[in-house]
């Protein structure tokens, strides 16, 4: 049977009842999203940002009140942004104008338009100067001209400094932005027994309380994405559907080994383990992030200066393996 939790899987608009815990954020996202075209969303790593926007905010939108356009760079951000227009624009366009292009966009849908850009961190780690300038210029040009159209910047909290050099771009660029914390040890206890419960789980008791605990051990908070990952080996090891009990914690251990635990068993299962072991190496930078591309030098001859490292968590592992 198919695990119910998340795992490493960000939170999409149908999975909005299970969606626990997050109920005042999701309401000051949406209220924040109407004080202007731009919103920056930013946090830790696995705080739950582009859950947040994916399911919390866009459960708190009507159909018809927003056409969210999700926007990952690939290669060049510009040029990925202008492909996710094409792919939702229903009429085809002769023009190779972005304004033109988002203009037809709204007249095929009439719904305002919400670009959320996920990962937004990328551009400035694998991107150069150049590259952020003519994305940060057409976005000006285009939120200028289309009163219907909106940008939502999802990023790494070690990044948001990079926003402010393109402040001369598009002026009051990091002006409204909302910060997503850690959850609460409190509300983070509720939403281990509401996805049980979700999910006819039977906890026995003590096990919520146990296993945030586990989680957040300095008492700073916790992260969702280890929440997740932890019910799932939760899940995975329990025998005869036994109850979630703190003995269960007890055999299945710390978080800190569950996903060096799953990378290893997944490398083992391949004919070749030890070529899997190194490909999947090859996908970690230098930052912690997915290395979708090779990392580049900005114009002036700099590499873009590094955060402190705070890598996603299948990074992680991939790392010290």
């Not at 924040?32 to 075209?37: D, H, M, N, W």
């Not at 709204?106 to 670009?115: E, G, R, S, T, V």
């Not at 003590?206 to 969702?224: C, I, K, Q, T, W």
């Not at 569950?258 to 072991?277: M, N, S």
Request: proline share 5%; charged share 20%; glycine share 6%.
């Amino acid at each position: 049977m198919t695990s119910p939790f998340k795992f490493l899987d960000s939170y999409a608009l149908a999975d909005h009842g299970t969606f626990f815990g997050r109920d005042r954020e999701s309401g000051e996202l949406f209220r924040q999203c109407f004080t202007g075209p731009i919103l920056v969303v930013y946090g830790g790593s696995g705080t739950g940002k582009t859950s947040l926007v994916q399911c919390g905010l866009a459960a708190r939108f009507l159909e018809s009140d927003w056409l969210p356009i999700l926007v990952r760079r690939s290669g060049d951000m510009l040029t990925s942004l202008i492909e996710a227009v094409e792919a939702n624009t229903l009429t085809a366009s002769t023009s190779s104008g972005l304004n033109v292009r988002v203009a037809n966009l709204y007249l095929d849908h009439f719904k305002p338009i919400y670009f959320i850009f996920d990962q937004f961190e990328e551009l400035f780690i694998f991107g150069k100067q150049q590259e952020s300038e003519a994305f940060f210029s057409a976005i000006h040009t285009l939120l200028e001209a289309q009163r219907n159209v909106h940008a939502i910047f999802i990023v790494r909290e070690e990044y948001l400094a990079e926003l402010t050099r393109y402040e001369h771009i598009v002026p009051g660029l990091i002006e409204n932005r909302y910060r997503v914390e850690r959850m609460a040890r409190s509300h983070a206890v509720e939403v281990v027994e509401k996805l049980c419960s979700a999910n006819g789980i039977q906890c026995s008791d003590g096990f919520s309380a146990a296993m945030v605990d586990r989680l957040n051990p300095e008492g700073h908070g916790v992260e969702l994405s280890y929440l997740q990952v932890y019910l799932d080996r939760c899940w995975r090891s329990r025998q005869n559907e036994e109850p979630f009990s703190i003995a269960l914690l007890e055999r299945i251990g710390y978080v800190d080994d569950l996903l060096g635990a799953f990378l290893d068993e997944q490398v083992a299962d391949t004919p070749e383990p030890e070529r899997a072991e190194a490909l999947l190496k090859t996908f970690v930078s230098d930052q912690g992030t997915n290395a979708n591309s090779p990392p580049t030098k900005r114009t002036n001859g700099s590499t873009p200066s590094a955060p402190p490292w705070n890598p996603p968590l299948w990074t992680t592992c991939c790392r010290s393996s």
